[in-house]
């Protein structure tokens, strides 16, 4: 019997451990600068988050993994294979827009700078371990930490009673689907005895029979933390009231990391760890996807354009949408093999990009226009050309439409896994999904383009991080368009 | 001419336009000032349609003549290999004629705006909306990958949605989303039946696909495929009952706007008929043919009968809306022709696609001035009591309308008649294995809908052209003759007219080979 002491790989475990380094460092500095240099703080996030960007360089290879048992069979709680590196590429980016438009929003909304970076890039530590994880304690303690600080930044607007009630909601809800998950993860614990998703998975061909509904029991609650994560329909209540209440970057934020840190925990639990039971999962995240696309897409129909927010509004309830189209590929893994998961990552990566994008769009109108109305959006080209060309690109990228040619053929991809899998019924469903969502992002489209009736807003000027957001997705999302193989290639699979 | 400066050709007037389209958003150049910025960007889009048409009148005439079947001015390069996407563009014997009919159109839509520039916001987004266009049509008929065609496909949605919601007349928003809604809800459903068939034979090449005839597919996979994507295209035809987009499109966009929509736009949907399911499902296409068949003539017969009930007096019909209606009866007859699944039927049914664009786009044109001069597209309000006409208070307009309504209506010499004869021809003697019976019948639908096609086409020429003078000038005294540019425009349309009624071999020789090698024979 060897030693019990397990080694540490430091290199592999860098991304998630810089952003909580810079999290410490943030706040201990916040102690010791002026009011009046809070900026430096937006800076030392950038700076971090840039930094756990580029640790993820060294681990480009491959295959390391950490915290391994040294007993039984060693398996690993902590690996960085290409999934975990395409995720945690995806978070760290992800974050960092956030933080370049929170630098603006900082100033607007009188926010406390220390503790908002601070949870900030806490949090970002947590959505960043998670795909890492293979464990189930680890995956769920990743799933707090990235969670926790989230309550606190929806909250943060001090004195907004909106703002304070959309985090309770989010606070109580995510609560309760947590309590559940750590519920089934004791269920799967007991009929297995292990934790470690490989060795789960094992455990499960050789559940004794008595034991059977307790396992099933188990891995069906286990799913409902994380469905409530990605906002899963019917776990995707809380969506529009956080996101319109949160400041918007905190919003911007969960639209992406948050889910991202959503389907990647689902992706682990689902294809690795629950993998024998892919006959039970899959139907089921195949109906779960219908019922969150359809679902989503329909109450973004209805929203009113000149109600308050109802700009963030539209695109809350268009993340519910969209988050039912990353579930096609997961149920399709169901059918067709481990292999399909690419296509949920390479779908998430252009969706992270423009829908970051569209929501620093939305902030810079939010300057002129607090309450964010869709109205407000009327004849934005005639005031701002770039920025509206931008939003409309965004938006179309989101519909799936040329000129937004990676988001047609992310899009694409979806489809192809599904009629790959056989879920035809699916694709169909998605079809129609996908021309009804049309109609609201060309709603919106085209009021950009409209002639405003009132006279032109005051123009604030652009802020340097603000301009920066919106040119990095712009950017990304074209050059994504000219060569849509640099995120497609994932969708090929060999990522687990 | 060379096979590279061939390659390169195609390759420009696909991408061409779209360099236009971002040149036409940014300031001019100095030097390329003009009179105004509006008029220099519109010269603009003159120029670059222009450069556009001269590309592909080289193309045309480097083409090997010989040898319209084969692939000519190919590229293949590899472009997203996670999906197996390639950029493969060629061009045959079926793809030229329509490529160079769109470069034409949308070079007389440019000279047309040039001079008349549709009420609505700036030019240059309009110029660069066109130039947009123009690029998706085009790569609709140069690409030789499924995922290529979808994405080709879809290029064309936005910008038309833009052109009509903008630059229309009454009702343009609701016309527009109504247009992008039903082609889009095609379009995703034929994007399932690419997939299927990519997904089942390993590859989205149109060559190769086509070269294997069906051969890797198996029954069941041909017919949901045939099934899927011919849905997706017959909302694009329109095949009846999928229309009902159509006409209120037509009706609401700007003049150019019908032009390219009834010119080019609906070809997009016969043409991956004959490039897409024939070939590459013929167990599908043989399944759905009859159908396809009897809706096509429903669509005839139910096209000419809402037409003659606008052109009836006291209805209130309104005139572009008839020719939209119309389309939808000259489309039925491209469609027969396809359902044919013979050579002589497909051959029918491509000369009509072409004679369609032609014709249906001088007539589209002529109502379009008509609209100028008049505010108003009613034909009661334009015909009054007695008739508008025009042959005694503006010759030249009213003899061109006269001879678009005889070029539509399939007057023996002029391009209308071959197309729609060769599809009644095939129907009368369908291709093996379907029901001979059945098509004896549709081929005596369709003729008797060319009659009524005839008729309410009279109709309009009686009400419009003739009357008494000196009542119509009552009404609407001033009424301006064709003016120098509106000849520009519409004077290749009527040449080719001509020319493709009095010389049919010039299209026939080169879709024939095409056509056969489509249909599996040497």
Known sequence: MGTLIQSVDWIAIAPPVIAAAAALVVLVVDLFVSDTRKPLLGWLTVGGLVLAGLSLLPLLDGDRSTFCLTVRGGDCSYVADHFTIVVQLLVIGGALLTALLSMHTMAADELPAGEYWFLLLSSASGAALLPASRDLTTLIIALEVASLPAFALVGIKRGDRLSSEAALKFFLSSVAATAVTLLGVSFLYAATGTLHLTSLAHGLTTVDPRLDTLAKAGAALTLVGFAFKLAVAPFHFWVPDTYTGAPLPIAAYLSVVGKAAGFSGLILVTVVALKPYADVWGPAVAVLAALTMTVGNAAALRQRPDAPRSAVRLLAWSSIGQAGYLLVPIAAAAYAGTDEIGTTIAYALMYGAVNLGAFAVAALVARSAPENRLTDYRGLYARRPLAALSLAFFLLCLAGLPPGVIGLFAKVAVFSSAVHAGLGWLAVIMALNVVVALVYYLRWTALLFTKSPEPAAVILPLTAPLTAAIALSAVLGIALSGAPQLVLRFATGGLL | ?522
Not at chain 2, 345 to 351: C, P, Q, R, V
């Open chain 2, 1 to 522: 001419m060379n096979d590279t400066v061939m390659q390169y050709l195609l390759a420009a007037t696909v991408v061409l336009p779209l360099l236009g389209a971002v040149g036409a958003l940014l300031p001019p150049p100095p030097g390329l000032k003009g009179k105004s910025p509006d008029q220099a960007v519109l010269r603009h889009g003159v120029t670059v349609t222009g450069a556009v048409l001269a590309l592909s009148i080289a193309l045309a005439a480097g083409f090997d003549h010989d040898h319209p079947a084969t692939m000519q001015a190919t590229t293949d390069i590899s472009w997203i290999p996670a999906l197996g996407i390639r950029i493969h563009l060629g061009i045959d014997g079926i793809s030229l004629p329509l490529l160079v009919l769109t470069a034409l159109l949308t070079f007389l839509c440019a000279v047309y705006s040039y001079f008349k520039m549709p009420a609505g916001p700036s030019p240059k987004a309009f110029v660069a909306l066109i130039l947009v266009l123009e690029s998706g049509t085009i790569a609709t008929f140069a690409v030789l990958d499924l995922m290529l065609f979808f994405l080709a496909f879809e290029v064309v949605l936005i910008p038309m949605y833009f052109l009509i919601a903008r630059w229309g007349g009454e009702g343009r928003e609701r016309s527009a989303l109504r247009f992008i809604l039903y082609t889009l809800l095609g379009s995703v459903v034929m994007l399932l039946g690419l997939l299927l068939i990519g997904l089942k034979a390993g590859t989205f090449d149109m060559v190769t696909l086509a070269t294997d005839n069906g051969s890797h597919l198996s029954h069941t996979t041909q017919l949901l495929a045939a099934l899927s994507i011919g849905l997706g295209l017959a909302v694009k035809a329109p095949m009846w009952p999928l229309h009902s987009w159509l006409p209120d499109a037509h009706t609401s966009a700007p003049t150019v706007g019908s032009v390219l929509l009834a010119g080019v736009l609906l070809k997009m949907g016969t043409y991956g008929f004959v490039r897409i399911l024939i070939p590459i499902t013929p167990e599908g296409m043989q399944t759905f043919a009859p159908y396809l068949g009897a809706f096509a003539v429903i669509g005839i017969i139910y096209g000419s009968l809402a037409c003659l009930a606008l052109a009836r007096q006291g209805t209130g019909g309104d005139l572009k809306r008839l020719i939209a209606y119309s389309s939808v009866g000259h489309m039925g007859f491209v469609l027969l022709g396809i359902a044919t699944l013979t050579a002589t039927g497909i051959n029918g049914a491509l000369f009509a696609n072409i004679a369609h664009g032609l014709i249906t786009g001088l007539l589209f044109f002529l109502v379009g001035s008509l609209k100028d001069r008049y505010g108003s597209t009613d034909l009661d309000r334009l015909a009054g009591q007695t008739g508008a006409a025009l042959y005694g208070r503006a010759p030249r307009l009213g003899g061109l309308l006269a001879f678009g309504a005889v070029a539509s209506l399939g007057l023996p010499g002029l391009a209308g008649f071959w197309g729609e004869m060769l599809a009644m021809f095939g129907a009368f003697k369908p291709a093996e294995g379907l029901d001979r019976g059945a098509y004896l019948t549709f081929t005596a639908i369709a003729a008797f809908g060319t009659l009524l096609t005839a008729a309410y086409l009279l109709v309009v020429v009686r009400r419009v052209c003739m009357g008494e003078k000196a009542t119509a000038e009552a009404t609407e005294p001033l009424l301006a003759d064709v003016q120098g540019y509106e000849f520009a425009a519409w004077t290749p349309l009527v040449a080719l007219t001509v020319i493709a009624g009095l010389w049919p071999a010039l299209l026939l020789g080169l879709t024939d080979p095409a056509v056969r090698t489509l249909l599996g024979g040497s």
